[in-house]
């Protein structure tokens, strides 16, 4: 009996990345490859489009020109626009069934992080509890990003290996751009990462290549402590090399919990008398002013590390896409409430995965810190364990399309 | 009668750029060509290491391998390092002619900003003073870069393109991580550029090409008013988009000449209660908040933006190795106390330009900035004039090699 022809729905949910576009790419491949899918569908703004009815048919701009997928495989951001929002109750997700029906919806892609992998899980544990009331058979696949890589059970996340080739990158150029004066200066590098210091890991990659990368790196992984840091920042000063260039993660926490940075600022001499939020590299920099008083600066690399695509991971972003159409498979072999994870192949001389899924219960909502064993013992951060973990995915370059000297994106 | 061989000394000053070694490049290159220059010494840091007799042989390490040229060009920075110092008066001039003696010095190159301009001026009004004196014949050559844009006479500055490319190339991206949620949000960018705003017009390019842009610029060039700010703001926000960015230089001023950022913080709530300084970007962010109360958030270009190797602009690295060499064969042929020039070409229908020499008096210590017919009336910065004029200096990709996942650069 051939298989009914269905439609297929995807969203993306959560913070952007220079790879989650690689994964729709992905997706839609999946989708234009099977016979047994008909329209793809995107909603707008993640779950939150989708109950709004907000849509969009994709087909219609690869169909003619499949070479537009190279193109949105690398344009930053999410095309289909992003949402904050948790799916809620059995209310709520009724009503999702309801135009899954009219839309005729058997294939349901989501990619994100955490809370979106949640929204796969809620769908998908409701069909389970509800197998008897003849509910219409939707395959819901969840596809990882995260530039924070703090997703459980996958080796690492799509997104990752990008934002950790643009931080490994810029700390180069950073710590040249340091090199060129002999007075004593203190450069402190803030980089994203609320509970895990993955990114911030990517700035001992430089180090470790070329010799210009961080000479300090401070993770939420290890409680911060104000004397040692001082410490260490004497004593690399006292070295050889007139400048210092430390990272930090955004999410660094005294020993109580604390955040060390994003502390609110009251009663300042601004011109408007306002009130602000100040991040970690601002907090240190002042410390190292007061307490050691030589020059320092500190730089935010803000959103530039997650949407840097003009600088993406060749790796990074072919297994965005290779992850996303592995996502169509295995809806199409019949998989739901999965999440769809990269394996690396041990006893292989060269970097290899291999993708397979995983319940997607087993991995929501939980934080993948960096594990104790590649932690360094010293102020450095991390190890060589960590550094051959990241290596592999910040290599290659992808061929960016330049149009009057800027990266031509695609555009929805 | 053939010439006398004598040497070379270059030296490098000021703020780094991503082409300031693209220009060394040209002068080594222009002087391994010349069979009247033997030995091309390096000044480490500037004129201040020269006085330390602080050199460098040049030669030896792209003689054998000339490729090692283009990967000096393409290394952001100061491969030679740099310093903030000015010449002073006569007595420290004549120390540096002894040691011009002393090495043999015919050919002087020096590459900076204004003050090394100003440093090239003074040395070879000296020779003009003490003619008489029997001094030896010493060609001084001012090469310019700054990411700036703001010196006298050149139609453009070495440097300029390549930062202007950063900043287009980011801004898009900005833009598209921007785009992606629904709820109303100001993005503000701060861009440098003390006394001119040419960097921060380069945000207006992408906006320009692809509509993801900078939708309000603020530049140093019209003074800054708090009322006007808010009601561009409140109007752009009440567009169809949700997401307004907003470009803004750091130098940026009242009415009264006072800069609206760097500010001094005292007495906010900070874990340390130190003091802090904080830009113009910050302090928008705040006025916005509270003034119109909807999520904001301000990203500060900050180093990066002039260190990009990684995204600079062919046009600018070419031309940058092309004003170098330039400048050797303008000594050569005998001129001094000049400073190299790019003079654009009317009555052709694509972008070229010519290399010329002024004398560096008539350009030392002169701050251009943006020309009032390059600004547009309302708040979107400059108009379509200004956005021919700075188009053809970003466009062109180079020939970046990476090993590893980042850039190769030239180590000294």
């Known amino acids: 009996m051939p298989f009914e022809k269905m439609n297929a729905v995807v969203g993306q949910s959560g913070g952007p990345t220079a790879a989650i576009n690689a994964t729709l790419a992905g997706v839609i491949k999946g989708c234009l490859e099977s016979d047994r899918i008909d329209e793809i569908y995107g909603m707008k703004n993640g779950i939150e489009g989708f109950e709004k009815e907000d849509l969009v048919s994709l087909g219609k701009y690869f169909e003619k020109d499949i070479r537009q997928l190279d193109l949105l495989a690398l344009t930053p951001a999410a095309a289909l626009g992003s949402c904050r929002k948790k799916v809620g109750g059995d209310e709520e997700i009724e009503k999702i069934y309801e135009l899954l029906d009219k839309y005729n919806i058997g294939y349901f892609f989501y990619i994100g992080g955490n809370d979106s992998m949640d929204t796969i899980a809620k769908l998908s544990d409701y069909a389970e509890r509800n197998a008897d009331k003849g509910l219409r058979d ?39 751009d340091c090199a060129v004066y002999t007075k004593k200066a203190v450069t402190i590098v803030e980089i994203m990462g609320r509970d895990a210091g993955w990114l911030t890991a990517a700035a001992a990659l430089s180090k470790y290549l070329t010799g210009m990368g961080a000479d300090l790196i ?40 604390s955040y060390v940075g994003a502390k609110k600022l009251t009663n300042y001499d601004d011109p408007f008398g306002h009130t602000m939020l100040t991040g970690v ?6 410390l190292v002013s007061e307490k050691i008083g030589c020059k320092c600066r500190s730089v935010e690399l803000n959103v530039l590390q997650r949407c840097a695509s003009h600088v993406a991971s060749k790796c990074d972003i072919d297994e965005s896409r290779k992850i996303g159409e592995a996502g169509v498979k295995y809806a199409l072999k019949g998989e739901t ?75 929805l």
Chains 1, 2 share one sequence.
């Open 281 to 286: 590299g601002k907090v240190l920099e002042s």
């Open 337 to 411: 409430g999965k999440m769809m994870c990269f394996r690396r192949l041990k006893n292989s001389d060269v970097y290899r995965v291999e993708i397979f899924s995983e319940s997607v219960k087993s991995v929501a909502n939980i934080v993948r810190a960096i594990p104790a064993n590649f932690l360094s013992s010293d102020s450095s951060g991390v190890n060589d364990k960590c550094i051959d973990y990241m290596l592999p995915l910040i290599k290659g370059e992808n061929a960016v399309i330049y149009e009057d000297g800027i990266p031509v994106h695609f555009e």
């Open 138 to 176: 939707v395959k819901f696949i969840g596809i990882p990003k995260t530039i924070d890589n703090d997703l459980g059970v996958t080796d690492h996340t799509p997104g990752y290996g990008s934002a950790a080739k643009f931080v490994a990158t810029t700390m180069q150029e950073i710590c040249r």
């Open 218 to 257: 401070y993770l939420p992984e290890k409680p911060f402590d104000e004397e040692c840091f001082i410490k260490d920042v004497e004593k690399k000063l006292s070295g050889t090399k007139p400048y210092v260039v430390i990272a930090v993660s955004e999410g660094i926490k005294f020993a109580d919990g």
